[in-house]
């Protein structure tokens, strides 16, 4: 038995069993990762973002791998709410792990629209809104770096559901911590950050881009400086829960991301790699609190020494 409270909350209403989520797009909508890891032992799982309709995204090539991380182009491909729904909700509601639903949309009506669906289900106890995706022409960024869009989505999301609101923020603007400040004024409970970086790469013989897409979302280790910074900045400048997110690949990362000020981490790409991350990372959080004479880890949010 655990002698550390492991326990983090998100905002008033959201509390995990423990920071450790595993993030949008890199776990479907968790049937695969369930063969690797007991889902009930994780703090939380977000799904792929879901749109209103299905999603075929992009054209191949949508993914490569670059150094110390990856670039991906999926553009959003995914089921659809209907078959959310009736396809994966099933599955979701059977494994014990709490469920925030991430939501992707062209417009701000289609995003009130499937949160308005969505919030009459139970098991879902967050949500978490895609305004950052760098790969969709419609939506994403254009959403994504525009303040007054960011708050319009978040005050009109905001009133169409009562359970915990999370805008997961981009890493691709100036100014994070105004974004996380116009989240929270018009409601959000938290933000999430980051989503992937704008990048790209080339094929020196064809000398065409390795995306088809011309530019994909840059994940991976090689991110992290950057989403430390971030989460960093927000922590300092907003007074919002942080869900940090990253290039995280084990529990150093995870307590490297609290001490910038998380309340929580979502593992991404390292997923692909190492299905069970997980699960390590959080025996590994475990151990370094009992080992420090943790005995909350919450206590770790923004500990930073400056
Ligand atoms: C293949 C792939 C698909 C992704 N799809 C989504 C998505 O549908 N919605 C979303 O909000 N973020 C998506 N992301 C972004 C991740 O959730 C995460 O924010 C980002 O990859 C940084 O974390 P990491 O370095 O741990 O991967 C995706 C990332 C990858 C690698």
Same mark, same amino acid.
């Given at each position: 038995?655990?002698?550390?409270?492991?326990?983090?909350?998100?905002?008033?209403?959201?509390?995990?069993?423990?920071?450790?989520?595993?993030?949008?797009?890199?776990?479907?909508?968790?049937?695969?990762?369930?063969?690797?890891?007991?889902?009930?032992?994780?703090?939380?799982?977000?799904?792929?973002?879901?749109?209103?309709?299905?999603?075929? /995204? %992009?054209?191949?090539?949508? *993914?490569? &791998?670059? +150094? $110390?991380?990856?670039?991906? !182009?999926? =553009?959003?491909?995914?089921?659809?709410?209907?078959?959310?729904?009736?396809?994966?909700?099933?599955?979701?509601?059977?494994?014990?792990?709490?469920?925030?639903?991430?939501?992707?949309?062209?417009?701000?009506?289609?995003?009130?629209?499937?949160?308005?669906?969505?919030?009459?289900?139970?098991?879902?106890?967050?949500?978490?809104?895609?305004?950052?995706?760098?790969?969709?022409?419609?939506?994403?960024?254009?959403? /994504? %770096?525009?303040?007054?869009? *960011?708050? &319009?989505? +978040? $005050?009109?999301?905001?009133? !169409?559901? =009562?359970?915990?609101?999370?805008?997961?923020?981009?890493?691709?603007?100036?100014?994070?911590?105004?974004?996380?400040?116009?989240?929270?004024?018009?409601?959000?409970?938290?933000?999430?950050?980051?989503?992937?970086?704008?990048?790209?790469?080339?094929?020196?013989?064809?000398?065409?881009?390795?995306?088809?897409?011309?530019?994909?979302?840059?994940?991976?280790?090689?991110?992290?400086?950057?989403?430390?910074?971030?989460?960093?900045?927000?922590?300092?400048?907003?007074?919002?829960?942080?869900?940090?997110?990253?290039?995280?690949?084990?529990?150093?990362?995870?307590?490297?991301?609290?001490?910038?000020?998380?309340?929580?981490?979502?593992?991404?790409?390292?997923?692909?790699?190492?299905?069970?991350?997980?699960?390590?990372?959080?025996?590994?959080?475990?151990?370094?609190?009992?080992?420090?004479?943790?005995?909350?880890?919450?206590?770790?949010?923004?500990?930073?020494?400056?």
């Amino acid at each position: 038995m655990s002698e550390v409270d492991l326990t983090v909350k998100i905002g008033d209403k959201l509390e995990l069993k423990n920071p450790v989520i595993l993030a949008s797009g890199t776990v479907g909508y968790g049937n695969e990762i369930s063969e690797f890891i007991d889902l009930s032992k994780i703090g939380a799982i977000v799904t792929k973002s879901i749109s209103l309709h299905p999603r075929k /995204g %992009n054209p191949p090539q949508r *993914v490569v &791998e670059t +150094t $110390g991380g990856m670039l991906n !182009a999926i =553009g959003l491909a995914n089921v659809g709410l209907e078959k959310f729904i009736s396809e994966k909700l099933p599955f979701l509601e059977k494994v014990k792990s709490t469920l925030i639903c991430n939501i992707a949309a062209s417009t701000i009506e289609e995003y009130v629209e499937c949160v308005s669906i969505l919030d009459r289900y139970e098991i879902i106890k967050a949500f978490e809104i895609n305004v950052s995706c760098p790969n969709v022409k419609d939506g994403g960024l254009i959403f /994504g %770096n525009n303040l007054n869009a *960011v708050a &319009e989505i +978040t $005050g009109r999301v905001r009133k !169409a559901t =009562g359970k915990t609101l999370i805008i997961k923020l981009s890493p691709n603007v100036s100014d994070i911590a105004g974004f996380a400040r116009v989240a929270k004024e018009r409601g959000a409970d938290a933000v999430s950050a980051i989503n992937t970086l704008v990048g790209t790469a080339f094929d020196i013989n064809t000398r065409k881009p390795k995306i088809k897409n011309i530019t994909g979302g840059l994940s991976g280790p090689a991110i992290k400086p950057v989403a430390l910074a971030k989460v960093l900045e927000i922590s300092r400048n907003v007074d919002i829960p942080v869900i940090g997110i990253g290039g995280i690949t084990d529990w150093q990362d995870a307590v490297e991301f609290m001490i910038a000020g998380a309340s929580a981490v979502q593992l991404g790409t390292v997923n692909f790699v190492n299905p069970k991350a997980s699960i390590e990372v959080l025996e590994g959080l475990n151990k370094y609190c009992l080992d420090n004479k943790i005995k909350r880890i919450a206590e770790l949010t923004a500990s930073y020494v400056l």
